[in-house]
């Protein structure tokens, strides 16, 4: 079978874990093997990773699975049930099953509650800085996870390093990104008192090797790799004041009937900024035009959906195309949204990058990354059109192609547009120069223009090929691609 294979860039993942710790205090160390499922951990050799551009499967982490961790508030969490475990808790069940959230006690016992039970942490809050609902931030995580997984070559699971900007009393994202993968974090914050909180939450959890909390100011740079002496970081997370005003943030308070400045609504230190949240982020996009690719994806929550618009614009009037949106939903309670960006050509899928289901939010989409390009009902015959894929795309000059049997997948990458008809022409003309050109190739077999995968799956219902964008920056060569091999397969449908 046609498969020339060639080294998949690594995407440096443990590097940057040995140089994120590296030059700090010696307060953060790199995440022991104790505390990442090995087998996620494969070296980079060519043929033997397996491309992640698909949505992950399930990876044990050292105490559930991915699995465990995507389901957990699928539903809304079990009050009754919970309280039968949790004496703490019983106490603010009502007659009813139910809890009142007007109740400040009773919502910060609920988050201590769930983050024992689903993950085995403990966390002290004061009463004063806001109380994060579990099941918000950790759709957060479940995100990113995904963004990460399936804009990488590397199998998921691996030891990656990130940048909570504002981690709050709580420093709930790096509680929660620690216990789910073999991550460390880096947790700033510019208010005294949560800054203790965060610092004892951190140690209370025995995580002061994974998580290092680093105070900062109002003037300081958001994302503080060159004052931290850090070369690069795999993520930046944050969940950004979004109040414009003071007054803003006590009329939603009176509309949820919350009592203002309690572990229900924030300080205004945490919850009120300049500008809102569009002028916090925008900062963020400002100093990641500067520090680009040190950090692999930048990312925000945000409370307002035309933040996600007016930001959105922002991106693509500096020319980032490559860009995820998503939203975030309680059962019926508020949404929220995020946004991540990434200055590398590594894609993400479709349901990490395009999670936005209404149809008025169409335009803050980036690009679709599948393209599907044949489609045969069940029980056709597979093995002629694994073999017209691995025919056609063979015989393209690739500088690498190859073909997983077993998982029915092929991943290629290409310098240029060797499927277009100029393309071969041009070759032929060239020819007499063959020599020259191969060595010129040879030279930048590094660059790629357009990763893709073919993925056929074959189900109950039929079988279908999909050609998924996982690299480059051009969305006409994935289109152009996807129009070739549409070509190349049509007849098979008939
Ligand atoms: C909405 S709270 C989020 C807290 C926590 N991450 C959470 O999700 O529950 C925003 C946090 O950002 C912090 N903050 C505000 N400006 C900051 C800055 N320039 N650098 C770092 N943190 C900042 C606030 O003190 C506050 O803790």
Redesign the pocket.
């Given at each position: 079978m046609a498969s020339r294979k060639r080294k998949i860039p690594n995407d440096k993942s443990a590097r940057l874990e040995a140089e994120v710790q590296a030059p700090t205090d010696g307060t953060l160390q790199p995440a022991t093997a104790g505390n990442g499922p090995e087998s996620a951990l494969h070296p980079d050799k060519p043929g033997s990773v397996r491309p992640h551009y698909e949505s992950p499967g399930s990876i044990a982490s050292p105490y559930k699975t991915d699995q465990f961790y995507r389901n957990l508030y699928f539903k809304e969490p079990n009050f009754r049930e919970l309280a039968r475990k949790d004496a703490g808790f019983a106490r603010f069940i009502k007659q009813n099953g139910q809890l009142d959230f007007t109740d400040p006690a009773a919502v910060m016992q609920l988050t201590k509650s769930l983050l024992m039970a689903n993950f085995g942490l403990k966390i002290e809050l004061p009463d004063d800085r806001?109380c994060?609902p579990v099941p918000n931030?950790h759709n957060y995580i479940l995100w990113l996870k995904n963004l990460l997984d399936t804009s990488s070559y590397q199998q998921p699971g691996g030891k990656l390093c990130g940048l909570?900007?504002?981690?709050?009393a709580?420093c709930?994202?790096p509680l929660l990104g620690t216990a789910q993968r073999p991550w460390c974090f880096i947790a700033?914050?510019?208010?005294a008192r949560?800054l203790s909180y965060a610092r004892q939450n951190v140690s209370l959890n025995g995580l002061d090797n994974r998580i290092r909390v680093v105070q900062?100011s109002?003037t300081?740079h958001?994302i503080p790799l060159d004052d931290l002496g850090i070369p690069s970081i795999d993520f930046v997370m944050m969940?950004?004041?979004f109040y414009i005003s003071e007054n803003e943030m006590l009329s939603s308070a009176n509309k949820k009937s919350r009592p203002p400045h309690s572990a229900c609504t924030?300080a205004p230190?945490?919850?009120v900024?300049d500008g809102g949240e569009v002028a916090y982020v925008g900062r963020m996009v400002q100093e990641s035009l500067v520090m680009r690719d040190r950090v692999k994806w930048y990312t925000s929550m945000l409370g307002k959906v035309t933040s996600l618009e007016a930001l959105v614009e922002q991106l693509r009037a500096n020319n980032i195309d490559n860009y995820a949106v998503t939203e975030f939903v309680q059962g019926n309670k508020t949404k929220r949204w995020a946004l991540g960006w990434s200055f590398g050509p590594m894609r993400p899928d479709d349901d990490a990058a395009r999670g936005i289901k209404a149809a008025i939010w169409k335009k803050v989409l980036p690009p679709v990354v599948r393209m599907d390009l044949l489609a045969l009902p069940a029980f056709s015959e597979v093995g002629r059109v694994i073999k017209r894929i691995t025919d056609v795309v063979g015989s393209l000059e690739l500088s690498s192609w190859t073909w997983e049997t077993q998982a029915l997948k092929g991943v290629g990458r290409a310098r240029e547009n060797v499927w277009c008809r100029a393309w071969r022409r041009k070759k032929m003309r060239d020819m007499a120069v063959e020599e020259a050109q191969s060595a010129a190739i040879d030279a930048s077999e590094e660059d790629c223009r357009l990763g893709f995968a073919i993925l056929v799956d074959v189900g109950m219902a039929g079988t279908t090929v999909t050609l998924r964008w996982v690299e480059g920056h051009e969305q006409s060569l994935f289109e152009s691609l996807g129009g070739f091999l549409q070509g190349k397969l049509k007849d098979l449908a008939g």
């Amino acid at each position: 079978m046609a498969s020339r294979k060639r080294k998949i860039p690594n995407d440096k993942s443990a590097r940057l874990e040995a140089e994120v710790q590296a030059p700090t205090d010696g307060t953060l160390q790199p995440a022991t093997a104790g505390n990442g499922p090995e087998s996620a951990l494969h070296p980079d050799k060519p043929g033997s990773v397996r491309p992640h551009y698909e949505s992950p499967g399930s990876i044990a982490s050292p105490y559930k699975t991915d699995q465990f961790y995507r389901n957990l508030y699928f539903k809304e969490p079990n009050f009754r049930e919970l309280a039968r475990k949790d004496a703490g808790f019983a106490r603010f069940i009502k007659q009813n099953g139910q809890l009142d959230f007007t109740d400040p006690a009773a919502v910060m016992q609920l988050t201590k509650s769930l983050l024992m039970a689903n993950f085995g942490l403990k966390i002290e809050l004061p009463d004063d800085r806001l109380c994060p609902p579990v099941p918000n931030r950790h759709n957060y995580i479940l995100w990113l996870k995904n963004l990460l997984d399936t804009s990488s070559y590397q199998q998921p699971g691996g030891k990656l390093c990130g940048l909570d900007v504002g981690t709050g009393a709580s420093c709930i994202y790096p509680l929660l990104g620690t216990a789910q993968r073999p991550w460390c974090f880096i947790a700033t914050d510019i208010d005294a008192r949560s800054l203790s909180y965060a610092r004892q939450n951190v140690s209370l959890n025995g995580l002061d090797n994974r998580i290092r909390v680093v105070q900062r100011s109002t003037t300081d740079h958001l994302i503080p790799l060159d004052d931290l002496g850090i070369p690069s970081i795999d993520f930046v997370m944050m969940n950004p004041p979004f109040y414009i005003s003071e007054n803003e943030m006590l009329s939603s308070a009176n509309k949820k009937s919350r009592p203002p400045h309690s572990a229900c609504t924030g300080a205004p230190v945490e919850m009120v900024c300049d500008g809102g949240e569009v002028a916090y982020v925008g900062r963020m996009v400002q100093e990641s035009l500067v520090m680009r690719d040190r950090v692999k994806w930048y990312t925000s929550m945000l409370g307002k959906v035309t933040s996600l618009e007016a930001l959105v614009e922002q991106l693509r009037a500096n020319n980032i195309d490559n860009y995820a949106v998503t939203e975030f939903v309680q059962g019926n309670k508020t949404k929220r949204w995020a946004l991540g960006w990434s200055f590398g050509p590594m894609r993400p899928d479709d349901d990490a990058a395009r999670g936005i289901k209404a149809a008025i939010w169409k335009k803050v989409l980036p690009p679709v990354v599948r393209m599907d390009l044949l489609a045969l009902p069940a029980f056709s015959e597979v093995g002629r059109v694994i073999k017209r894929i691995t025919d056609v795309v063979g015989s393209l000059e690739l500088s690498s192609w190859t073909w997983e049997t077993q998982a029915l997948k092929g991943v290629g990458r290409a310098r240029e547009n060797v499927w277009c008809r100029a393309w071969r022409r041009k070759k032929m003309r060239d020819m007499a120069v063959e020599e020259a050109q191969s060595a010129a190739i040879d030279a930048s077999e590094e660059d790629c223009r357009l990763g893709f995968a073919i993925l056929v799956d074959v189900g109950m219902a039929g079988t279908t090929v999909t050609l998924r964008w996982v690299e480059g920056h051009e969305q006409s060569l994935f289109e152009s691609l996807g129009g070739f091999l549409q070509g190349k397969l049509k007849d098979l449908a008939g």
